[in-house]
Nanobody
């Protein structure tokens, strides 16, 4: 079992930045690819970004490319999502998720463990 807890959400003006953190416990994080997803009001959950177990490979949704950066510190069992140039359409609950390594990051499914989410609100 892997337990995930997100933090770092809040309210920010358009053009601002936030950094989300996802603290993991229960297993060695390097054995898991990690992803960030979000669910906006009235919409389905969507993929945001993913990072491989060792941190050497990343993959982003087109809507956040060049603005968001996913990273991880396996020594701290923590994954981050640095969000810059935020837009009102980035408003959502953000979730981190984990799955065993072995799949291409392009595959956006197969995540077995999920956090409870953290709210990000971007005002115009």
């Amino acid at each position: 079992q892997v337990q995930l807890v997100e933090s770092g959400g809040g309210t920010v003006q358009a053009g601002g930045s936030l950094r989300l953190s996802c603290a993991a416990s229960g297993r060695t994080l390097s054995s898991y690819d990690m992803g960030w997803f979000r669910r906006a009001p009235g919409k389905e959950r969507e993929f945001v970004a993913a990072i491989s177990g060792g941190g050497g490979t990343t993959f982003y949704a087109d809507s956040v490319k060049e603005r968001f950066t996913i990273s991880r510190d396996n020594a701290k069992n923590t994954v981050y999502l640095q969000m810059n140039s935020l837009k009102p359409e980035d408003t959502a609950v953000y979730f981190c998720a984990a799955r065993r390594t072995g799949m291409s990051l392009i595959i956006r499914t197969g995540y077995s463990y999920w956090g409870q989410g953290t709210q990000v609100t971007v005002s115009s």
